[in-house]
Structure formats: structure tokens, C-alpha cells
């Protein structure tokens, strides 16, 4: 393995996901393809993070309907925009 990608996968371990019903979930399904900081790079509204798991699933993560429901529960609760303060 080349040192450049050494030092990615180190990086994106050294990235975490917010504890919360559904991380093991995105872990297993999501972290196949892209490491944790792929995941985390854009925070996004409930839509858009449908859109985007459902073109994972068209590029061939296979999840099962409730997988589907609790990783996008998860990302949109979790990984969505900052409201902004006041």
C-alpha cells in the first residue's frame, strides 16, 4: 500500500461519527466503499441524504428496508446542517 493512502485510511479512522441509534449501521453498510470522512465531509438535509443513499444503492450497497430507513434516520439526524446560531 502506497503511503499516501496509509495516511487516508489513517485520517479517516481517526474521524468518528456521532454516537446515536444507526452508527453501527452506517459503519458496516457505508464504510465498505469510503471511509468515515466521505461521510461526514457535507453535512445535508434529510432529501438530500435519501438522494444520496439511494444512488449507494444503485452503485451496489444492498441494504435490506429497514437497513435503508435507520442509516438515513441516522445521517439526517445526525449529519445534517448547524441551524444557525442566534
Known sequence: MSSGMIAAAAVSQAIDLPEAPGKQQVLDSCTRCHGVDVIIAQP????EWTEV???MVGHGTVLTDAEYDRILAYLSANLGPKEPAN
Open 44 to 47: 445535508r438535509s434529510p432529501d
Open 53 to 55: 443513499v439511494s444512488i
